[in-house]
């Protein structure tokens, strides 16, 4: 096959919306896939208000309006069980759309945008010439297949071996999360807020129960823990998420007497972006770079954004003709302009609350106390980090809207 | 001018071993003059449920497992892993000699070991089933079956004598021979093999291999010598007075009579007879019902040879219940497909019958059975009756040789401990490493199978979830309606693609490691290494980095 300016390994949102912005910007862009669209992926499926502009900027927010269901606020809860609910300001919502449709939406719109493209190719590894990366090979058909290009774009997701290769792995425990997901029907008290549930000092830190509703009685409901919390629970994922329908009140409310639909799925997310993520000849995007949030677990809004990135880098590295390491080091950059304050944030609260079960308490008392329908503006770690949850909003704002 | 001169030896290179390209052979570590080499396994991920069709672990489970390996399975001490890798990156020969450094039996074990790696290997217990590596092994053995050996150099004038010419005694010979020991067996029968020949059936071993494996171990130097019943201490003392070193491993021959009411009864056979005249090639005719006694890997085999054999209902009847019943579930499985009934929890009371015509066997249920001295209750109102035309007795072997001559090494059954073709194997080898170790005071080292296994780094950690894509080859038998009507090979081989794509199965869990404190930089690792892109010598700084 002839040679591309850009592959990119991997055709989920990160590596579509790599692809759109790269082949609306002229491009020349070769996509390869594992699996083949549409297909279903671990995740809260909640898309929060921070990613519509870069729906808007692909043509897919109405789209997607179509199919999400409509969530008016967000919801946290302690081990105490007190509640806290932000309502979102009139005509703002967040939507909720399976994966399986999500993903599928982007897929497409990249793949109008006339990018060369290959599905059940499975990336084996990245080859290099004198360090530096020239293309990928894989198994395609049964047999060994290699690809060249120029620039190497690596967004096959959190089990990248590619990735791993080119050492941009994150290995943590404390920054490896684990996050299990499954639907449920005839789940109780859902009111069309987003819910967070801390149960307990055993998630911490950061892990939580999730229920994003995907209709009056339905939702997808999951547990987002580090390695590290999950060996200290002595419990698999699943038990962890029945240990909470068992043991907490509002846990019997929701789960009492729901139903499965499908599997339980669970899935390995590396957080927040601790490497360098650029070789020579290769960037990483999306959870093959880390760059879920080490405290949320939001990984989209992220994936999409290092699309961008990787998008500006790789126009400016092919009009330069320059793929050396020292070059795309302004990919990091990028990176940083971008998402870098967000994670500053979360990493802030993850060492001052989200750290232990009182301090969650006390946040949520604080919550109660002050932003009940006050509008918020930054100002303490407190509001930010509702700003935060409000759809990263405030100081990387500018930024989403670029 | 005074010169300096530094007495201070400085170590500048290192050995480092790259844990990705590593196929955790064992080579390294066995070459290694000070023992600086160890192994690590490896995390395999098994966090989230549905990633395979396996239970999701929690953590501490995930960690426990890295104290786990299929390389401290095998009673020979070779690496599965080792020699399947070997062969996915090309090195077919490097992997057969792997094998055969240790085993001289490569493909009778690739046929019939009861492979105790399979039953440890993580892909079986996290991903889907165990790693096919007996059906590797045997694709290994066959590939290299007629490839004919140099003589190993004899290097000393210390002659061996091994009596008995089974798996045990052969592995012992060969093990010597090797070691440059002239090597002289005594067979009593007409042809080396021993039970292997005689004792296992025809469609579960394919003879025509164990002969030309015999053939290859006569080739690298080992004397045979026929028709030589040595089996009291008198001739052993005569063969003592020649030889420097006598290993004795005659075996187990006679079947365990089963000394109950009627057992005198003509159609009451004995299994060891019965499996002697049908792998020689005399006639054997069974009809109607046969009841076999005893729930062993010989009672299996019994039982699917009668169905072969012209019997038209095939029982296996045995003291053990569930998970107790010696056979392995897969050979217990094989017979159950094959038509082979199986009643356990029951002990026969008596045959029933004249002298000359047997008609059925009364037994009755058991309780309170402790399996090292075989006692056990009679339940009260299970007695029962079953047709039987033939009875035929598998309840153990025994020997009436009785050895008591502290100079003299025994091995395989006669040894005592485990019965299985590559126990008595392991067995043999120990015994000539003993022997070894009497006539030069090279240390007896004991090939030690229990080994310290580190936990492996977490950049290694392997991920199953990538490796589930591929259509991978299925063990194949061939129908079982249509192999009970000949002795023909049972299971079906693995051809060179199926091979090939059974071997990117594995998980690659372990990899060698070096201990830096340990490590003289010698470089010989370096050039023992079979597969060649392993191990590198580093400045000791850069041995620390990832």
């Known amino acids: ?402 | 001018m005074e010169k300096k001169i530094s007495l201070e030896m400085s170590r500048e290179r290192v050995a480092k071993i790259d844990g990705f390209n590593c196929v955790n052979c064992g080579t390294c570590e066995e070459y290694c003059p000070v023992g600086a080499i160890g192994e690590r396994q490896k995390e395999v991920c098994h966090l989230c449920p549905d990633c395979t069709e396996m239970k999701a672990l929690n953590v501490q489970e995930m960690y426990d497992l890295r104290n786990t390996s299929c390389t401290l399975e095998c009673p020979l001490g070779i690496s599965p892993q080792g020699y399947i890798n070997l062969l996915k990156y090309g090195k077919a020969k490097e992997a057969f000699d792997l094998i055969y450094e240790k085993n001289p039996l490569p493909s009778v074990c690739g046929y019939i070991c009861h492979h105790p790696c399979e039953q440890t290997c993580k892909r079986g217990k996290l991903v889907d089933e165990p790693m096919k590596i007996r059906g590797l092994k045997r694709y290994l053995g066959e590939k290299f079956l007629d490839e004919e050996p140099e003589p190993y150099p004899v290097k000393t004038d210390m002659q061996i004598a091994i009596i008995g010419a089974g798996p045990a005694g052969l592995t012992a010979a060969h093990t010597l021979a090797k070691r440059g020991y002239p090597v002289t067996v005594f067979e009593q029968g007409t042809e080396a093999g021993g039970m292997l020949l005689k004792g296992i059936p025809e469609f579960r071993l394919d003879k025509n291999v164990v002969r030309k494996e015999i053939a290859k171990i006569e080739k690298a130097g080992v004397t045979f010598v026929y028709n030589a019943k040595i089996d009291h201490q008198k001739a052993i003392d005569e063969l003592k007075k020649e030889y420097d070193a006598v290993i004795v491993s005659v075996g187990t021959q006679i079947s365990k009579d089963l000394p109950i009411e009627g057992y005198r009864t003509e159609n009451v056979l004995k299994a060891v007879n019965l499996m002697e005249k049908v792998n020689s090639g005399k006639e054997v005719v069974l009809y109607g019902d046969v009841v076999v006694i005893g729930g062993g890997s010989v009672a299996a085999d019994v039982a699917r040879s009668a169905l072969r054999l012209g019997a038209e209902k095939v029982t296996m009847m045995c003291l053990e219940s569930g998970e107790a019943i010696p056979a392995h579930p897969w050979e217990l499985e094989e017979a159950e497909e094959e038509g082979v009934e199986l009643i356990s929890g029951v002990s026969p009371v008596r045959f029933i019958g004249e002298c000359h015509k047997l008609e059925g066997i009364e037994y009755t249920g058991i309780e309170n059975l402790d399996i090292t001295t075989f006692k056990f209750d009679r339940k009260e109102g299970t007695r029962a009756e079953i047709k039987a035309d033939f009875a035929i007795i598998a309840t153990g072997q025994r020997t009436d040789i009785k050895i008591e001559d502290p100079d003299v090494i025994l091995a395989g059954d006669i040894a005592g401990g485990k019965c299985s073709v590559i126990d008595a194997m392991a067995s043999g080898r120990n015994a000539a490493v003993k022997a070894d170790e009497k006539l030069t005071g090279r240390p007896y080292e004991e090939y030690k199978v229990e080994r310290e296994i580190g936990p492996g780094e977490r950049q290694y950690k392997v991920y199953p979830a990538v490796r589930l894509k591929k259509n991978f080859p299925q063990r194949e038998m061939i129908d079982a309606a249509e192999r009970i009507h000949s002795f023909d090979i049972a299971e079906k081989g693995l051809d060179d693609d199926s091979a090939l794509l059974e071997t990117e199965r594995c998980l690659s869990c372990g990899y060698r490691f070096v201990d830096i404190d340990k490590c003289i930089g010698c470089g010989t690792c370096m050039k023992v290494c079979p597969k060649g892109n392993v191990i590198a010598l580093v400045s000791e700084e850069k041995s620390t980095e990832e």
């Not at chain 1, 729906?55 to 509640?83: A, P």
């Not at chain 1, 967040?94 to 993903?103: E, G, H, V």
């Not at chain 1, 699309?307 to 003709?321: H, K, Q």
Request: aromatic share 12%; with cysteine.
């Open chain 1, 1 to 402: 096959m002839r040679k591309h300016q850009v592959l990119i390994v991997g055709a989920g949102v990160g590596g579509s919306t790599a692809a759109f912005h790269m082949a609306k910007a002229g491009l020349d862009v070769m996509m390869v896939e594992k699996e083949q669209f549409p297909r279903d992926k671990v995740c809260g499926d909640g898309q929060v208000q921070g990613i519509h502009p870069l729906l808007k900027s692909m043509g897919v927010y109405d789209e997607i309006e179509k199919y999400g269901y409509k969530c008016s606020g967000t919801l946290f809860s302690d081990d105490r069980e007190i509640q806290y609910t932000y309502n979102y300001p009139d005509g703002e919502f967040a939507f909720a759309t399976p994966r399986y449709i999500f993903d599928d939406i982007i897929n497409k719109a990249a793949l109008k945008q006339g990018v060369d493209y290959l599905e059940n190719f499975e990336a084996t590894e990245v080859i290099t010439r004198r360090g530096q990366a020239i293309g990928v090979r894989g198994i395609y058909d049964g047999k060994v297949v290699e690809l060249e290009a120029d620039l190497v774009v690596l967004a096959n997701g959190s089990h990248s071996m590619l990735a791993r290769q080119m050492g941009f792995y994150e290995e943590d425990p404390n920054y490896v999360f684990y996050g299990l997901r499954g639907y449920y029907e005839n789940v109780r008290g859902l009111s069309d807020v987003i819910e967070f549930h801390y149960p307990n000092k055993l998630f911490m830190p950061a892990g939580y129960i999730w229920l994003f509703p995907l209709g009056k009685t339905k939702a997808n409901v999951g547990v987002f823990i580090t390695e590290e919390a999950l060996r200290k629970s002595g419990m698999t994922s699943e038990e962890l998420l029945w240990w909470w329908r068992d043991n907490y009140k509002i846990g019997r409310e929701r789960m009492g007497e729901a139903r499965e639909i499908g599997k339980l799925k669970g899935w390995r997310l590396p957080t927040g972006k601790h490497k360098a993520v650029h070789g020579s000849g290769v960037i990483a995007v999306g959870d093959a770079g880390n760059m879920i949030e080490p405290l949320y677990g939001g990984g989209l809004p992220h994936a999409m954004m290092s699309g961008v990135c990787a998008s500006r880098m790789a126009s400016e590295a092919i009009a330069a003709n320059d793929f050396s390491e020292e070059y795309l080091r302004k990919y990091e950059d990028y990176i940083e302009e971008t998402l870098g304050s967000g994670y500053k944030i979360q990493e802030y609260l993850r060492s001052i609350v989200f750290d232990t079960e009182e301090h969650i308490s006390e946040f949520i008392d604080y919550s109660i106390e002050n932003f009940t329908d006050v509008q918020l503006s930054g100002g303490d770690g407190m509001a930010k980090f509702v700003h935060d949850v409000k759809g990263f909003v405030g100081s990387s704002k500018s930024a989403y809207s670029k």
